[in-house]
């Protein structure tokens, strides 16, 4: 996949620039990982934003960036930031912006606004920033609410993007 990264300038609640964009998450690491939340009550999303900051570090060992993007408003956010006190940027994108541009899938449209179990599922998606343009180089779209990558199955792809382009510059 190498579909140029949509662009975005979300409200930011957890560390980093506020308002925070792909071109700030970008300018100083490798990757950037988006993690597509599907709403402020959503247990699943809860745990992975903490799963993920248990193991923080090894995203950055990876020149990675990660940044949590909740469809909710910016107090909403800064609730789950004042929560799980999160090691990266926590953006709030209540208009769904930024989860439109990267295609996260809805389910039953407008019943979505009605009940939470028609609504958004998760997505991840990782931006290569290596390049002279941010590409989106990887993504999941969650097929239920229980659908999404492991911290795992995020840190192996990282790896796997980082030893293509090892492989490609040795055999230059």
Same mark, same amino acid.
């Given at each position: 996949?190498t579909?140029l ?6 409200? *930011? ?5 506020d @308002? ?7 300018a100083? *690491? ?6 597509f ?6 247990? *699943? ?6 799963a993920?900051?248990?193991?923080? +570090?090894e ?9 949590s993007? $909740? @469809? ?16 990266y940027? $926590?953006?709030?994108?209540?208009e ?8 996260? @899938?809805? =389910?039953?449209g407008?019943?979505? =606004? ?7 599922? @998760?997505?991840?998606?990782v931006? +290569? ?20 990558p492991?911290?795992?199955?995020? $840190? ?7 030893e293509?382009?090892?492989a490609?510059?040795?055999?230059a």
């Open positions: 996949m579909d990264a949509a662009e975005f300038e979300l409200a *930011n609640v957890g560390p980093g620039p @308002p925070c964009s792909l071109r700030d998450l970008a100083d *690491n490798a990757f950037v990982v988006l993690l939340q599907r709403d402020f009550y959503c247990t *699943n999303c809860r745990k992975q934003v903490q993920v900051a248990e193991r923080y +570090d995203f950055t060992e990876r020149e990675a960036v990660v940044a993007l $909740l @469809p909710e408003e910016r107090e909403r956010a800064a609730e789950w930031q004042e929560s799980y006190d999160l090691p940027p $926590l953006l709030a994108d209540p769904a912006v930024a989860s439109d541009a990267y295609d996260q @899938p809805v =389910k039953f407008i019943l979505g =606004k009605f009940s939470d179990f028609l609504g958004r599922m @998760p997505e991840a998606v931006v +290569d920033a290596r390049g002279d343009e941010p590409t989106v180089a990887w993504s999941y779209a969650g097929e239920s609410t229980f659908d999404r492991s911290v795992d199955d995020v $840190l192996a792809e990282l790896d796997r993007l980082r293509a382009e090892s490609a510059t040795d055999d």
